[in-house]
C-alpha cells in the first residue's frame, strides 16, 4: 500500500468522493462523508486565513482508498496548526463526528506513518490537535505512541433533544428545499458567529437538496432546530440559544488526540533509531 498527500481544494474534494466507499462501509457519521466536508471546503474557500485542505491517503488494490484522513493546516504566526478538516465549525452534537477512515489495523499503520510524515515535512514548529473521534482510534492510537508528549483524551459530549412540540407553542416542520430556503435566512440571522453562519447555510442548503434536513420552526416564536435525517436516524444539529423546547442531555463519548508545539526534531522512535547509528 502506498501513502501519498493530495494538497488544496480541488484535489482534496477528488479525495473526498474517492473515500465515500470506504466511508460508507465503515458507517462513519455523516459529519465525516464527501457532502458535509465538501461543504466545509466550498466555505473555507472563500475565507481568509481558513487554512490549506490536504489529504493524507493510503491507496488500496484496484484503485481504491485504504485508509484517508482530511486534514487543515492553518499558519498561526511561526507555528503550523494542524486539526481535523472542519475542526470548530458547528456540527450535530452528542458523540463522535469525525474519522480517520482506515480499513484495517495495516491501513491504519500505513495512515498513521502518512500523517507523521507530512508532519515531519512542514516548515517550522507544528502543533497537532485531532478531536471528535471514535475512542479506540487505531490511527490516533498509533501516533500517540510515537510521541511521549501526546495526549489522548476522553470527553463526554452534550446531544441536544428535540421537545419542540411539547412547548405548547405550534411547529412548523418542513423538508422541502424550497420552504427551507425560505426559512433559513431568519433562522440563521440568530448565530452571531459569521463563519458558523456561513457555513451553516452552505451545509444545511446541500442537505437540504439531497433530502436530508428538516428545519422546524414555531409559529411566532424565537429560535428554531436544524435536523439531519438519514432514513430514520434523526439527529438535531443546531439551534439558537435558547430555543424553548430544545433541551440538551448527556450524549455519547468522544476522543481526542493533542500533541502541543513541536519543533522539527523526529519523533523519539526515530530519533533512537538515528541514535543507535552513531558509532
Excluded: K, Y
Excluded at 5 to 18: N, T
Excluded at 161 to 185: C, F, H, M, T
Excluded at 227 to 235: F, G, I, K, Q, S
Amino acid at each position: 500500500m502506498g501513502t501519498r498527500v493530495a494538497s488544496g481544494r480541488d484535489a482534496v474534494a477528488g479525495e473526498l468522493r474517492a473515500a465515500a466507499p470506504l466511508a460508507r462501509r465503515l458507517r462513519a457519521p455523516g459529519t465525516a462523508r464527501a457532502p458535509w466536508l465538501t461543504a466545509v471546503l466550498n466555505v473555507q474557500a472563500a475565507q481568509r486565513r481558513a487554512g490549506r485542505p490536504v489529504a493524507v491517503v493510503v491507496d488500496g488494490s484496484g484503485r481504491t482508498t485504504a485508509a484517508a484522513a482530511f486534514l487543515t493546516l492553518r499558519r498561526r504566526g511561526p507555528v503550523t496548526a494542524v486539526t481535523l478538516l472542519g475542526d470548530g465549525l458547528p456540527v450535530p452534537p452528542g458523540g463522535p463526528t469525525a474519522r480517520l477512515l482506515a480499513a484495517d489495523e495495516d491501513a491504519a499503520a500505513g495512515l498513521a506513518d502518512g500523517i507523521a510524515d507530512l508532519l515531519g515535512r512542514l516548515r517550522g514548529p507544528w502543533s497537532l490537535h485531532l478531536a471528535g473521534l471514535p475512542l479506540g482510534d487505531p490511527t490516533a492510537r498509533r501516533l500517540a505512541a510515537r510521541w511521549p508528549a501526546a495526549r489522548m483524551a476522553t470527553a463526554r459530549t452534550t446531544r441536544l433533544v428535540d421537545a419542540l412540540d411539547d412547548d405548547g407553542a405550534p411547529v412548523r416542520r418542513s423538508s422541502d428545499p424550497r420552504e427551507i430556503d425560505r426559512l433559513l435566512p431568519a433562522l440563521l440571522a440568530q448565530e452571531p458567529d459569521h463563519r458558523h453562519r456561513a457555513f451553516l447555510r452552505a451545509a444545511a442548503r446541500l442537505h437540504a437538496a439531497a433530502g436530508r434536513l428538516e428545519v422546524a420552526v414555531t409559529d411566532g416564536g424565537p429560535g428554531g432546530l436544524l435536523t439531519l435525517v438519514e432514513d430514520a436516524d434523526r439527529r438535531p444539529w443546531w439551534a439558537p440559544a435558547g430555543t424553548p423546547g430544545v433541551r440538551t442531555e448527556r450524549g455519547a463519548p468522544s476522543a481526542g488526540l493533542s500533541l502541543p508545539l513541536r519543533s522539527r526534531l523526529p519523533a523519539p522512535d526515530v530519533a533512537r533509531r538515528l541514535g543507535s547509528r552513531r558509532p
